[in-house]
């Protein structure tokens, strides 16, 4: 059994006050881990207070994003093995707008995967088409492109530990969510992608999130989809009652 994932992505929005604020409004209200995880993706700035105030909760912790070298000449990155070393469980990759504003290419998300494993955390990683890949008809084979060059190399195990979120960009941040049937249909195909790359027991195992306009009217509809095993959320994860919601969904 797949233990369903809710995530949510800050984005650049919160500061460390702010992030204190809110995990103390919802840190005692959280599904156990073992029913839903929890998980806050915060500014890499906002990381140090997020980890204070979980300690000791549900809340499970990510970074939005890491470069793939621990250290060096990398001015203005973030290190995957000090994120490690601070506690973060989870490094969200491959972001569609870390692709299109900041020009991340297949080949770097797979890097970032293996230095995420390599430093013992998570990867969540990312991936979707645009509008006009969708109405070209090719959302299916972008998405198994993108999907396949992020997993080079990785084993069956960590393959199977990590999580992939479906985000089309055309849902991201409209309010035009795919409906269930849309989502479901490419998590079932990133699915059989894994399948196909790998083996069944992977399949089975590997956690697949919807992201995109995710709020609480709908979390119970898409989470209700045999593909679908969590949410990447951004806008409604932004206040405390709305994410308080979505990870509850099953209540
Ligand atoms: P949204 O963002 O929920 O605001 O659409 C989702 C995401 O980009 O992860």
Redesign the pocket.
């Known amino acids: 059994m797949r233990t369903p994932i809710i995530a949510g ?1 800050w ?1 650049m929005n919160n500061n460390p006050e702010d992030t204190t604020n809110f995990v103390e409004a919802v840190k005692n209200q959280l599904p156990d881990s073992s029913k839903v995880e929890a998980v806050i993706a915060a500014p890499a700035v906002d990381l140090p207070a997020l980890l204070a105030a979980a300690k000791g909760s549900n809340l499970h912790t990510a970074a939005e994003n890491c470069y793939f070298e621990n250290a060096g000449a990398f001015t203005g990155e973030t290190s995957p093995l000090v994120l490690s070393q601070m506690g973060i469980n989870y490094v969200v990759i491959g ?3 870390r692709r299109d504003y900041f020009h991340e290419t297949d080949e770097d998300i797979n890097k970032k995967a293996h230095a995420v494993f390599a430093n013992q955390m998570t990867p969540i990683i990312c991936c979707g088409e645009s509008l006009e890949t969708r109405e070209a008809g090719q959302a299916e084979e972008w998405v198994q492109r993108q999907v396949t060059a992020a997993l080079k190399d990785l084993s069956a195990a960590q393959v199977a530990s990590l999580v992939i ?1 479906y ?1 089309p960009i055309w ?4 309010g035009k969510t795919a409906t269930s049937d849309q989502a479901q249909e490419i998590c079932h195909v990133i699915r059989e992608t894994v399948k196909s790359l790998y083996d069944e027991e992977t399949s089975d195992k590997v956690r697949i999130q919807y ?4 709020k609480p009217a709908n979390v119970k509809e898409l989470m209700s989809k045999p593909d679908i095993d969590g949410g ?5 994860s932004l206040q405390p009652d709305s994410f308080l919601q979505l990870v509850n969904y099953q209540d």
Do not use: M
């Open positions: 992505n984005k972001h569609s707008e979120a985000e849902a991201i941040g409209t992201g995109g306009s995710v990447l959320v951004g806008g409604a």
